[in-house]
């Protein structure tokens, strides 16, 4: 048989359910409902002009209309602390499509060999233990070099192609009908430095093969896993510039192979920065990592393990997203499962937040399960006999 509850407690129940009902989301800390309709109910930086000032975002709902309107002004995604045309990263490389034309020229440290054939005399000869390097010409901190009959010549600057000219026209006033050939034997002159998520990093010579972006990390080996192929951050002369391996791959971006010039320091970023979070009513609430910065809302909601079917309030899922001058809040009402269909074509962009609320029920059995211990060591305190007044209980 069920003890029936005393009246004072009853009566104590009934003051607590009375004002649970006014204000039930209050008496629990971290339980207010998220109720957004038309805007944000925290005001948040957005820019106005030139400047930063504090206002509300109004929250898209999740439509057909709004996916094709994103389609139509798809672009690549940018990256963090990127920027179009001002701050530490540029969009654009100057001077930096590579031709057809390249040629490589010659430079203080670089090894030529210089062959000119029926006259051995002038032509050092390798031997069988001497290497082409060890036999070659090589080009002083100025810039020259010595040729017999020749003298100092300033090679700098120029081709091979150009040098054999120059020593073709100063030998033919010693030598009838001059044929000689100016090679390449060691390029020592002209590096970059490839560091960040490749397999190899370290230093990459310039050769007469066009070194650009995509070469130089073929050369160092390759992509990482965990290398961002998006995030690609070229350093040169003092500024940095954003270079879009993935845009390439899939969108035939071939200008962002951009060619790379001596010093430049190309540093593959990391993918730790392409995050996306799901928070609220989920079965494994979290961050994960975006691969390759190709995730859907239906994809981050399965990773997620989706929504608590006993918890959830499918009616009210958001997207945050905070990576654009002007936040951005999306709303999906997800209550038919036709919904999904939409947050399978709904693009997600890195250090988005997704929430999905609770049902007003759960926050509702929430707030009892708070209040239910209260109330009763309240009640179990006012049966207390105290010895110190005789045994009686205070409030007798």
Not at 139 to 166: A, H, L, M, Q, S
Not at 171 to 176: Q, S, V
Not at 190 to 198: A, D, L, P, W
Request: proline residues 7%; aromatic residues 8%.
């Amino acid at each position: 048989m069920p003890v029936p509850l005393p009246q004072e407690l009853r009566l104590l129940l009934a003051c607590i359910v009375a004002v649970s009902l006014l204000s039930a989301c209050a008496l629990v800390p971290g339980n207010a409902p998220f109720t957004v309709r038309d805007q944000s109910e925290v005001k948040m930086p957005v820019h106005t002009g030139e400047e930063l000032a504090p206002a509300n975002v109004k929250v898209k709902p999740i439509t057909a209309e709004l996916i094709i309107d994103m389609y139509k002004v798809a672009r690549p995604t940018r990256a963090v602390g990127s920027s179009d045309s001002s701050g530490p990263v540029r969009s654009q490389v100057d001077r930096a499509t590579p031709t057809l034309d390249y040629n490589y020229t010659l430079g203080p440290g670089d090894i030529i060999s210089i062959i000119v054939w029926d006259h051995p005399e002038l032509t050092v000869p390798a031997g069988s233990f001497r290497t082409a390097e060890q036999a070659g010409t090589v080009v002083d901190d100025n810039g020259t070099i010595f040729y017999p009959y020749v003298g100092i010549i300033k090679v700098e600057g120029k081709t091979t192609r150009e040098v054999r000219d120059i020593l073709t026209r100063k030998l033919a006033k010693y030598i009838e009908k001059v044929q000689l050939d100016v090679r390449m034997a060691m390029f020592r002159s002209k590096r970059v430095y490839v560091v960040g998520e490749v397999a190899k990093p370290g230093i990459q010579e310039i050769n007469d093969v066009p070194m650009t972006v995509l070469e130089a990390v073929n050369r160092a080996g390759g992509f990482t896993p965990e290398a961002d192929y998006s995030l690609v951050l070229l350093s040169r002369r003092g500024t940095t510039y954003r270079v879009d391996i993935q845009a390439m791959y899939q969108d035939g971006a071939t200008e962002q192979n951009v060619l790379l010039e001596p010093g430049d320091i190309v540093n593959v970023s990391d993918r730790s920065f392409n995050k996306i979070f799901v928070l609220g009513e989920v079965v494994k609430p979290g961050s994960m990592v975006m691969n390759k910065k190709r995730s859907t809302l239906a994809e981050a909601l399965s990773d997620a393990g989706y929504i608590h079917q006993d918890r959830a309030n499918p009616r009210w899922i958001y997207v945050m997203r905070g990576d654009s001058e002007t936040p951005e809040l999306f709303h999906l009402d997800g209550a038919s499962p036709d919904a999904m269909l939409l947050a399978d074509r709904f693009p997600l962009r890195p250090r988005d937040i997704i929430y999905v609320d609770a049902a007003d029920i759960v926050r509702w059995n929430r707030v009892i399960t708070n209040l239910l211990p209260t109330s009763l060591l309240l009640y179990n305190t006012s049966l207390t006999r105290y010895p110190l007044f005789g045994g009686r209980q205070i409030n007798q």
